[in-house]
C-alpha cells in the first residue's frame, strides 16, 4: 500500500498540520483531527471522470452526462463515507508488557465508537498496518509491535489511525 508522506514532499506543512502537542488520556476523532486526500486510484478515478465529461460535452452524449454525473456522486458519497468510518472514534492507551531490549514491544491501543466501523489501520512509522474492524460495541483492544532498540522507558511516538473504506478512492488519517 502507498500512502502519502508528507513529512518528505512538505515539511513546512506536515509541521503545521501535525502539532508536537502531545495527547495524554483519550482522543476522539473529530473534524479538527481528521484529514482526507485522494489516493492514487482516486486521482485516476477523477481523470477518466474528467475524460468521460470531456467527450460528453464534444459529442452531446445525454447518457455520457448521466453516467458521469452518476460516478462523480458516487465518488462524493465515498469521500464522505471515509471521512464518517474515522469520525467520533475513541482512542485510549492500553498499556504495553515489559520487554527486553531486542524484542518488540506490544503496545495496546483500544478503540471505541458508537456504530460499526469496519476496515480501520492502525500504523507506526515504517511498520506494516494491521487492520481492525469496529462491528461489536465496546472497546476492542488492538496490540501494535514497536522494536525495543533501547533499555529503558520506551516512547513510540506517533501512531496513525487511518482508513480507506469504503471504495479505496480516499485515504483518511487522524
Known sequence: MVTLNLQRFFPLLANLIRSRRIDSGAVVLDRKRIYIVPTRRGLLFAVFLLA???GSINYALSLGFVLTF?????????????YRNLAGVRITAG???PVF????AQFYLCLEAAGQR???GLAWKKQPAQWVDLLEPG????????PAT????????RFTLFTLFPLGLFHAWG
Open 52 to 54: 468521460m465529461l470531456l
Open 70 to 82: 452518476l460516478l462523480a456522486g458516487l465518488g462524493l458519497a465515498g469521500m464522505l463515507h471515509t
Open 95 to 97: 498499556g504495553a508488557a
Open 101 to 104: 531490549a531486542g524484542e518488540a
Open 118 to 120: 469496519p476496515a480501520l
Open 139 to 146: 472497546p476492542h483492544c488492538a496490540p501494535v509491535s514497536v
Open 150 to 157: 533501547q533499555r529503558g522507558w520506551l516512547t513510540p511516538g
